[in-house]
T-cell receptor, first 113, second 113 residues
């Protein structure tokens, strides 16, 4: 029962470096999401996907890119990392749009120095 | 746009105390409403939901009633335990097609023995 799996759990980047946060789900969910969580600010949606080959911007997409080549995988790419991207990132999936339930991964803590 | 406002924390209670965490919403129509919980070091998980006005969601001793007259969805528990220490998020669907879930800023609850 893996659910939603994110890697890595922790990462430190230098300003200007790039990296990809991996997310995979084994529940055959069509909908997948990337959120970032900053202290006292709740969660902000970065990007989402309603199915393979379809992605769209959320509330805070600048500095990020995504792709969805398969139903299972939804990687988040950070280009030219900046200190403002220091955050905890959560990937989530759902079977359908709401009222469906969101299933979250355990999070990836990224620090940009 | 659609949004939720929840009481700011942190909230500290003694074991067996009564808990209320306030949540009010702004929305067109009557969307489903959700409470999610985040235990330390983990991703969010669904605690309870209500899909229409006057519905009561319940789980693990927690309850919340969807009240359209007051646009509220307050979370309550009659007797909290140390294991309830977590961050609680109120949420509702938003955006075109309701694909997105908008979260409140979260309320941190600490229960002391």
């Amino acid at each position: 029962n893996a659910g939603v799996t994110q890697t890595p759990k922790f990462r430190i980047l230098k300003i200007g470096q790039s990296m990809t946060l991996q997310c995979t789900q084994d529940m055959n969910h069509n909908y997948m999401y990337w959120y970032r969580q900053d202290p006292g600010m709740g969660l902000k949606l970065i990007y989402y996907s309603v199915g393979a080959g379809i992605t769209d911007k959320g509330e805070v997409p600048n500095g990020y890119n995504v792709s969805r080549s398969t139903t299972e995988d939804f990687p988040l790419r950070l280009e030219l990392a900046a200190p403002s991207q220091t955050s905890v990132y959560f990937c989530a999936s759902s079977y359908d749009s709401f009222g469906g339930e969101l299933f979250f991964g355990e999070g990836s803590r990224l620090t940009v120095l | 746009g659609d949004s939720v406002t929840q009481m700011e924390g942190p909230v500290t209670l003694s074991e067996e105390a009564f808990l209320t965490i306030n949540c009010t919403y702004t929305a067109t129509g009557y969307p489903s409403l959700f409470w999610y919980v985040q235990y330390p070091g983990e991703g969010l998980q669904l605690l309870l939901k209500a899909t229409k006005a006057d519905d009561k969601g319940s789980n693990k001793g927690f309850e919340a009633t969807y009240r359209k007259e007051t646009t509220s969805f307050h979370l309550e528990k009659g007797s909290v335990q140390v294991s309830d220490s977590a961050v609680y998020f109120c949420a509702l669907p938003s955006g075109a097609g309701s694909y997105q879930l908008t979260f409140g800023k979260g309320t941190k609850l600490s229960v002391i023995p």
